[in-house]
């Protein structure tokens, strides 16, 4: 009996409109992504976020992203939004992410391969570390890939490679890292926000090829 061929997940994040949820599904996205951080120009309020996720069938999950928000903040989201998993994008410890009876995954802005396998240890309560570029002063949506070679060849979580992706380098990224999933935001956008479903059917195709 062969073995089961392993399929890498997709996230499509920072969705702002219904036509682009439904497109991202259609297309074959395992995740979508809305960001509650106000000073993004991808961010949603909970008006805006209802309406995103009505375009989300079942056995897709819907993500919140947060950066250093206060627990009410959190759940105030959830008490009022459908969110299957919280990601956390700032300085948020483990104990701040685990009490929210949400699953979460901890995003961590790489410089060096020490700062994924401390990820690891500093956050036993995540269900995935998400490795994302590292820029001063911002949280992510960099828009900038990492050096991939920093990511070590053995992990005691999964990893969700973010940071720079798009149609034309995710299959090298995949190929390279072999993470559990990949994060898109900006590399399948017609402009901040808004994405070009084009470019969204084309990066989705670009994972399933390169799992191949």
């Not at 996720?53 to 206060?70: D, E, K, R």
């Not at 890939?145 to 034309?168: H, R, T, Y």
Request: glycine share 8%.
């Amino acid at each position: 009996m062969s073995a089961v061929q392993f399929r890498t997940r997709t996230k499509i994040c920072g969705l702002t409109r219904a036509g682009d949820a439904h497109a991202a599904v259609q297309a074959g996205a395992d995740a979508v992504g809305l960001v509650f951080y106000p000073p993004s120009p991808r961010a949603v309020d909970v008006a805006q976020a209802r309406a995103v996720i009505a375009a989300v069938p079942a056995f897709v999950t819907v993500t919140a992203l947060f950066v250093n928000p206060s627990a009410d903040e959190v759940q105030k989201v959830l008490d009022s939004v459908r969110i299957d998993l919280i990601q956390f994008h700032g300085d948020e410890e483990d104990d701040f992410c685990s009490q929210f009876n949400r699953p979460y995954i901890k995003a961590v802005r790489v410089r060096q391969a020490s700062d994924v396998v401390a990820s690891c240890v500093r956050f036993p309560g995540a269900l995935a570390i998400l490795l994302d570029s590292y820029k001063p002063g911002v949280p992510g949506g960099t828009g900038e890939s990492f050096d991939w070679s920093l990511v070590p060849a053995e992990f005691s979580k999964p990893i969700i490679l973010a940071g720079g992706l798009n149609p034309g380098n995710v299959a090298q990224a995949i190929r390279q890292v072999r993470p559990f999933a990949v994060d898109v935001s900006g590399g399948v956008e017609a402009s901040k926000g808004i994405k070009d479903h084009g470019k969204v059917n084309e990066f989705i195709k670009e994972v399933f090829r390169a799992d191949q």
